[in-house]
């Protein structure tokens, strides 16, 4: 290992560690029962196979980050965007979010493409049924991203005939084709590619999509949560990810 990489490892190791001393005794009990783990909607393919035993919720990093804030009693939280998870650092929540993978949006469309679309620029035809992510969720947010980068908002948002709290709902409109096309992450893409094609974004209007995780301050199960955290960062679990389609965690 170079000496550079490994001085990185070293110290995010440290890191790790020191997150779990620094964390009073009273509130780490003993690791009894099920790791509970809240992540985004995208990341429901490829969790279970990189660690099958926690007690997984899946939905829009939003809706995850309000329960958490509600009480929801919860061990892990990893969200398609630093937002949510640096939010509840800042409440206090949280131990510092770590990034562990990033992505890129695609727009997908139905197998048949009824409505000939072959470039994100057809979506500003009159007609064209566009299903893309609430606004409040991070898929919505990166959407807008890229439809601001490239100079078409206006003419795509006037047909957008759905939003929804999370990829899965986009995924399901394009495939059920209640929509002409839809943006989503190229993770989520890739399970239902019989049934959808796949239009590539340029990269020059790409958002910069990081996932971050971070462990609850009030886990029940904390050296369970930094194991389930240092599996996703260790070389094996980011060629996992990277074999489900995201890209290696970002260099700190």
């Known amino acids: 290992m170079r000496p550079r990489r490994l001085a990185a490892a070293i110290l995010l190791a440290a890191t790790l560690l020191g997150l779990v001393a620094s964390t009073p ?5 003993e690791d009894n029962g099920k790791l509970t783990v809240f992540a985004a909607a995208s990341l429901t393919q490829v969790f279970p196979k990189i660690n099958a035993r926690p007690n997984y919720s899946f939905a829009g990093s939003d809706q995850l980050a309000a329960q958490i804030q509600l009480g929801a009693q919860v061990d892990v939280f990893a969200a398609a965007s630093p937002k949510y998870p640096e ?15 990033t992505n890129t949006l695609v727009l997908i469309v139905p197998k048949s493409n009824p ?14 049924r566009v299903v893309i992510g609430d606004a409040s969720v991070p ?4 959407t807008l ?23 899965k709902g986009v995924v ?21 590619r019989g049934k959808v094609l796949a239009i590539a974004i340029r990269e020059s209007a790409q958002p910069h999509v990081v996932y971050e995780i971070a462990v609850l301050k009030n886990a029940r199960h904390v050296q369970a949560a930094y194991r389930f955290v240092t599996a996703l960062i260790r070389p094996p679990g980011q060629k996992l990810l ?5 890209g290696r965690r970002p260099k700190t």
Not at 25 to 29: D, G, M, Q
Not at 87 to 101: D, E, H, N, S, V
Not at 139 to 142: A, L, P, R
Not at 178 to 187: I, L
Request: no cysteine; hydrophobic share 40%.
């Open 172 to 192: 399901g409109k394009v495939v059920t084709g209640e929509a002409d096309a839809g943006f989503v992450y190229v993770t989520d893409a890739r399970p239902v």
């Open 242 to 246: 990277v074999s489900y389609g995201f």
């Open 145 to 167: 991203t890229v439809l601001k980068n490239l100079g078409i908002s206006d003419a795509v948002l006037k047909n957008v005939v759905s939003r929804e709290q999370d990829v």
């Open 87 to 101: 939010l509840l650092y800042q409440k206090g929540m949280t131990q510092r979010p770590i990034p562990f993978a």
């Open 115 to 128: 409505a000939r679309i072959h470039s994100v620029l057809d979506l500003t035809k009159p007609g064209v």
């Open 139 to 142: 898929v919505g947010s990166y």
């Open 25 to 29: 005794s009273s509130a780490r009990p």
